[in-house]
């Protein structure tokens, strides 16, 4: 059969398509839009670090032209730009149905990081990892929602490693051209430019919209020609510079971001602030409450009845606080413009008003002006009530109003492409029952049903996928864990030689049991605790039979010398210990190599000092592909633990003395993995599966998967606090 060759029409609209396709991180969690930009051009999808943007850049008007002259590919692109558009016109979904009223008044949800893809760097860790997932469920669920944040133009540091193992940091600039943002203009196809006064002086900043799916978030750019320099570099890095850097990022972010989203004429319902870094924001609301006459007492109580505040972490250096002489400093000009004493304004960032030497802080601010608050899991809820409770002097500790709502993820965006296909497939080829069950009731939209319990709960069933299935699955995401691994680990050598691409395709292997840890290097994560038994250890490693290997990543924050120490020791251990081969260290720590980690291990170890992990995500991350937790009874382990579905290190309590628990922590934790853990994966039947291990991994599909995502938590942020009621 011949096909007429497009017309001149038909192929503006597929570019024009592309274009708009590519300035929207709806791709990120699409695997047949990846697939198109990777096809495009492998190479420059793999170099340019998956930057379906940047990689269009890479080629030409006239090749695209040319290469969508080949009616297969076309036929692709039509059929991914057509559910692209069907994805942005969705008029059925959840919130239509649940909470059609914050359409026209959105939840305004301010965050200091927002991780979303890899190739826009703009996240520390967790917390901007699930502002991102947030960001892709309010998306999914159809939530009226905007995002702010800051547009730091050299991102988060990259890590290397130096020749004395220590980390050292360095900088990309993240260019707006090559990276998935479009300039916010005004009618007139000029830039929108707000002001803020920071200090004495008042600070020009424009903003950049970053499309994710159906929802906006805005970053702010001070990098303007009207500021001084230093002013302009103020949204340089992520948490960049000192205190004083600090807090005028904060007050660009509450203050500047409220006033942004003024200009843009958008009414938020709610003020969502993730975590304390945004809080000034209510000290914007009671100034324009106060402009149109309120008295300050007034204007604070409508203030507290539009915000939200989620806490994050238990650990002190988490919340912000600042000298009464930083604030005095940073706020001078910002105080002019409100008829209140300072003291007062002070008197909100703290816990006892009248102490003039108490600093103020963000977390006490962000919990007295907000009608609620909440933890980030139940035991979080609960040491988040402790935590505070001398703010509510005159309340029992368990009527603190801080509740809980537990984190999750988002699915799709975490599901490797290997498991999202191996799902596709065994769905299609499930042709009788299975699939006609599913199209009566979702219909084709797998990717919305793909946060169902039922899907999960097909897992239960050997019918619809076996254990050699699953099995072959394991190994093969094994496998490409290595092979990713051999290729990073070559690639940070400081000088490569011929015989290197032989000495690295050895490294690792794809028989062992591998244990992966990757996280923050803050220390009360404890890194190294699994190698306290390092004795112990290097036997297990060794075992022919029944070996065991671990992988490391993560990166310590660039002024924590302790958690570069951590950093140091692991990877010494690496290369000079018997243990060299049997653990590596992957250097740069981000979102593509979480996702590589969490696919392809069997075990993802977390062994935080509790109770100080308020959550964790990443635990969340590993399940839909098969690979089980092996935790402390810490964060959402302690909910998501029943004995069947993963491992527990030690018990739903801790000691009260740091080396006492590290002590008893190291000791449950050989324990478990010797005990349960290794016996369990090499106790092979004679068709060589691990019936026990695979019944396990059905487990953790079934009752953990569709449980910890953000579908879950942000239907649970609407209808707990999102609504008024
Ligand atoms: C998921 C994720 C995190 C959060 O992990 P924790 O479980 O909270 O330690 C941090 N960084 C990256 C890159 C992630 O993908």
């Given at each position: 059969m011949t096909r007429k060759p497009l017309t001149a029409d038909e192929l503006n609209e597929l570019v024009a398509g592309f274009g708009k396709l590519s300035r929207n991180l709806w791709w990120c969690w699409d695997q047949e839009a990846q697939d198109l930009f990777q096809e495009l051009s492998p190479r420059a999808w793999q170099d340019l670090y998956h930057n379906a943007a940047a990689v269009l850049h890479e080629v030409s008007d006239y090749e695209l032209r040319v290469r969508l002259q080949d009616a297969g590919f076309a036929g692709r692109v039509r059929s991914v730009l057509h559910n692209f558009e069907a994805y942005l016109a969705e008029k059925k979904t959840w919130c239509h149905q649940h909470a059609p009223e914050l359409h026209k008044n959105p939840v305004a949800y301010f965050s200091a990081e927002f991780g979303f893809h890899e190739s826009l760097p703009i996240a520390a860790g967790g917390l901007g990892i699930l502002a991102g997932d947030h960001t892709k469920s309010a998306s999914d669920l159809g939530l009226g929602f905007v995002g702010i944040s800051l547009f730091y133009r050299e991102g988060y540091f990259q890590q290397a490693i130096d020749s004395n193992n220590w980390q050292t940091e360095f900088y990309n600039p993240v260019d707006p051209q090559n990276v998935p943002v479009e300039p916010v203009l005004d009618a007139k196809g000029g830039r929108v430019v707000c002001e803020v006064e920071i200090g004495m002086s008042r600070v020009h900043f424009h903003a950049w919209r970053v499309n994710v799916g159906r929802v906006p978030v805005y970053l702010l750019d001070t990098n303007r020609p009207e500021n001084e320099q230093h002013f302009r570099d103020l949204t340089l890095r992520v948490y960049g510079g000192d205190s004083t850097t600090r807090i005028m990022q904060e007050i660009l972010l509450g203050i500047g971001g409220t006033r942004l989203l003024r200009k843009l004429g958008v009414e938020p319902s709610t003020f969502h602030m993730n975590e304390g870094h945004a809080a000034f924001l209510t000290l914007e609301l009671i100034r324009e409450k106060m402009a149109s006459g309120k008295s300050f007492f007034d204007a604070l109580a409508a203030t507290k009845a539009q915000c939200h505040f989620t806490t994050h972490t238990p650990v002190e250096a988490g919340h912000d606080r600042f000298t009464p002489a930083l604030m005095d400093y940073a706020l001078q000009g910002y105080h002019a413009s409100l008829s209140v004493p300072f003291a007062d304004i002070m008197g909100l960032g703290r816990v006892n008003p009248t102490d003039a030497h108490e600093p103020f802080c963000m977390t006490v601010l962000a919990l007295k002006v907000s009608r609620a608050a909440n933890g980030v899991s139940e035991l979080h809820g609960e040491v988040s009530r402790e935590m505070w409770k001398s703010l509510y002097p005159n309340t029992p500790v368990e009527k603190v109003p801080i509740g809980h709502i537990t984190n999750g993820i988002h699915l799709l965006g975490w599901m490797k492409g290997t498991v999202r296909k191996f799902w596709q497939k065994k769905l299609a080829s499930n042709g009788d029952g299975a699939v006609k069950l599913w199209d009566e009731k979702y219909g084709h939209e797998w990717a919305a049903a793909i946060n169902h319990t039922d899907f999960w709960g097909k897992m239960a069933d050997p019918e619809f996928v076996s254990d050699e299935e699953l099995w072959a699955l394991r190994y093969k995401l094994r496998r490409e864990l290595i092979e990713f691994a051999r290729r990073r680990l070559l690639l940070q050598q400081h000088r490569v030689t011929a015989g290197d691409f032989i000495r690295f395709d050895r490294l690792l292997n794809p028989d062992a049991l591998t244990i992966g840890f990757a996280r923050r290097?803050?220390?009360?994560?404890?890194?190294?605790?699994?190698?306290?038994?390092?004795?112990?250890?290097?036997?297990?490693?060794?075992?022919?039979?029944?070996?065991?290997?671990?992988?490391?990543?993560?990166?310590?924050?660039?002024?924590?010398?302790?958690?570069?120490?951590?950093?140091?020791?692991?990877?010494?251990?690496?290369?000079?210990?018997?243990?060299?081969?049997?653990?590596?260290?992957?250097?740069?720590?981000?979102?593509?190599?979480?996702?590589?980690?969490?696919?392809?291990?069997?075990?993802?170890?977390?062994?935080?000092?509790?109770?100080?992990?308020?959550?964790?995500?990443?635990?969340?991350?590993?399940?839909?592909?098969?690979?089980?937790?092996?935790?402390?009874?810490?964060?959402?382990?302690?909910?998501?633990?029943?004995?069947?579905?993963?491992?527990?290190?030690?018990?739903?309590?801790?000691?009260?003395?740091?080396?006492?628990?590290?002590?008893?922590?190291?000791?449950?934790?050989?324990?478990?993995?010797?005990?349960?853990?290794?016996?369990?994966?090499?106790?092979?039947?004679?068709?060589?599966?691990?019936?026990?291990?695979?019944?396990?991994?059905?487990?953790?599909?079934?009752?953990?998967?569709?449980?910890?995502?953000?579908?879950?938590?942000?239907?649970?942020?609407?209808?707990?606090?999102?609504?008024?009621?």
């Open positions: 290097f803050a220390t009360y994560k404890r890194a190294p605790l699994v190698f306290h038994q390092l004795k112990n250890i290097v036997k297990l490693a060794h075992d022919k039979h029944r070996p065991v290997q671990f992988i490391y990543a993560g990166k310590a924050h660039p002024r924590d010398d302790e958690g570069k120490k951590f950093i140091q020791q692991v990877i010494h251990l690496s290369k000079h210990s018997e243990l060299a081969g049997h653990l590596v260290f992957l250097e740069n720590y981000d979102i593509h190599v979480a996702r590589q980690m969490v696919s392809g291990c069997d075990i993802w170890l977390n062994n935080p000092r509790r109770p100080l992990e308020a959550s964790g995500t990443s635990g969340m991350k590993s399940g839909c592909h098969g690979c089980m937790n092996l935790s402390i009874l810490d964060g959402w382990w302690r909910e998501g633990y029943d004995g069947t579905n993963g491992f527990a290190i030690g018990h739903d309590s801790h000691p009260d003395n740091i080396a006492e628990q590290d002590r008893v922590d190291s000791a449950n934790l050989y324990q478990t993995l010797t005990e349960q853990v290794v016996p369990m994966f090499f106790d092979r039947d004679a068709q060589g599966i691990p019936r026990a291990w695979v019944q396990r991994i059905r487990r953790t599909m079934v009752t953990l998967v569709p449980q910890f995502t953000t579908d879950r938590m942000v239907k649970e942020y609407t209808q707990k606090y999102y609504q008024m009621k």
